[in-house]
T-cell receptor, first 116, second 112 residues
Framework: NAGVMQNPRHLVRRRGQEARLRCSPMKGHSHVYWYRQLPEEGLKFMVYLQKENIIDESGMPKERFSAEFPKEGPSILRIQQVVRGDSAAYFC??????????????FGAGSRLTVL | GENVEQHPSTLSVQEGDSAVIKCTYSDSASNYFPWYKQELGKGPQLIIDIRSNVGEKKDQRIAVTLNKTAKHFSLHITETQPEDSAVYFCAATDDSWGKLQFGAGTQVVVTP
């Protein structure tokens, strides 16, 4: 079991460019979450997705950020027109589909975005 | 919404001593409390969790206690080792799924 796979691990973008971060959940998991970690801070919830559905995006900035989890392929977090304040580590997590373990998250290694 | 506070922000202990990290939460409906360990450059790793129907849980050198009345929970690490050095995060949720509210983290340094 390869765990939660994220790529790229490091991404450098100039202001105004687009950033795309990818996440493949653990085998057997179809619930995906994105969290953001600013330097020296804890993790902040951004969005929760199931296949082809956004369940909760209450932590996502209203502009420039979007997320998807298509029927086939990885989940993608997209940041348009990046600004320096978007520099952070973005973590993806997945959980089992249902039952008592549905809120037990397994995190990936993260994608570290640097905006120049 | 839920608010989780974590103390201390840094903790230095000598190898072999115990370490205790405390968290408080605001939402009395919260019912799941995980603890994550994050090493430098890596993602958070779940080390132990507790649900609101129990008061204590232990796994080898790690234990977590929960006081629902006072709305606080604590992580206890006994016989600390250098490999315990990391940032530890507590979290809480009242959801049946994974929208967690994290504390700000505790940097633990275990000195030989």
């Amino acid at each position: 079991n390869a765990g939660v796979m994220q790529n790229p691990r490091h991404l450098v973008r100039r202001r105004g460019q687009e950033a795309r971060l990818r996440c493949s959940p653990m085998k057997g998991h179809s619930h995906v979450y994105w969290y953001r970690q600013l330097p020296e801070e804890g993790l902040k919830f951004m969005v929760y997705l199931q296949k082809e559905n956004i369940i909760d995006e209450s932590g996502m900035p209203k502009e420039r950020f979007s997320a998807e989890f298509p029927k086939e392929g990885p989940s993608i977090l997209r940041i348009q027109q990046v600004v320096r304040g978007d520099s952070a580590a973005y973590f993806c997590a997945s959980s089992p589909n249902s039952g008592a373990g549905a809120n037990v998250l397994t995190f990936g290694a993260g994608s570290r975005l640097t905006v120049l | 919404g839920e608010n989780v506070e974590q103390h201390p922000s840094t903790l230095s202990v000598q190898e072999g001593d115990s370490a205790v990290i405390k968290c408080t939460y605001s939402d009395s409906a919260s019912n799941y409390f995980p603890w994550y360990k994050q090493e430098l450059g890596k993602g958070p790793q779940l080390i132990i969790d507790i649900r609101s129907n129990v008061g204590e849980k232990k796994d080898q050198r790690i234990a977590v206690t929960l006081n629902k009345t006072a709305k606080h929970f604590s992580l206890h690490i006994t016989e600390t080792q250098p490999e315990d050095s990391a940032v530890y995060f507590c979290a809480a949720t009242d959801d049946s799924w994974g929208k967690l509210q994290f504390g700000a983290g505790t940097q633990v340094v275990v000195t030989p």
